[in-house]
């Protein structure tokens, strides 16, 4: 993971529940990024970070729920019936990038205590710049 220097401030998303992340341009299309980000509670959280081809960009918990496996981030980004999704690099579940709901289990269930969907976070882009909501 890679620590980046502290972003300027944005009033329009700075505040508590929200994190700066990375400017938009360290992000590739189609591949994703990890990044720890602090909750307002003060709990520190791996997210996995997406841009894709259109300029959106999707969050969703770096925890693969299937292999325990901090991953995400290396999953295989693509699309089913339009939809963006990300593949899990371990066991191949398929999780749609807006919602986190887990949209193929591939024949396997989620590790003792953990959902089979992944959290999805809210994403701001403002001033080139990538904020995650926690809430």
Not at 16 to 29: I, S, Y
Request: net charge negative; hydrophobic share 45%.
């Amino acid at each position: 993971m890679t620590t980046l220097a502290p972003l300027p401030a944005d009033p329009s998303v700075d505040g508590p529940g929200w994190t700066a992340v990375c400017p938009l341009d360290a992000l590739a299309p189609e591949r994703g990024a990890a990044a720890l980000v602090t909750a307002s509670d003060g709990e520190e959280l791996q997210v996995a970070i997406f841009r894709l081809v259109d300029g959106t960009v999707h969050a969703v918990q770096q925890l693969d729920p299937y292999s325990g496996a901090n991953v995400m981030s290396r999953g295989i980004v693509g699309t089913r019936r339009g939809t963006p999704t990300v593949a899990a690099p371990v066991y191949k579940q398929v999780f749609e990038l807006a919602t986190g709901r887990c949209l193929d289990a591939a024949g396997k269930e989620p590790r003792d205590g953990l959902a089979a969907d992944l959290a999805a976070f809210p994403v701001v882009v403002t001033g080139g710049v990538v904020h995650v909501g926690l809430g």
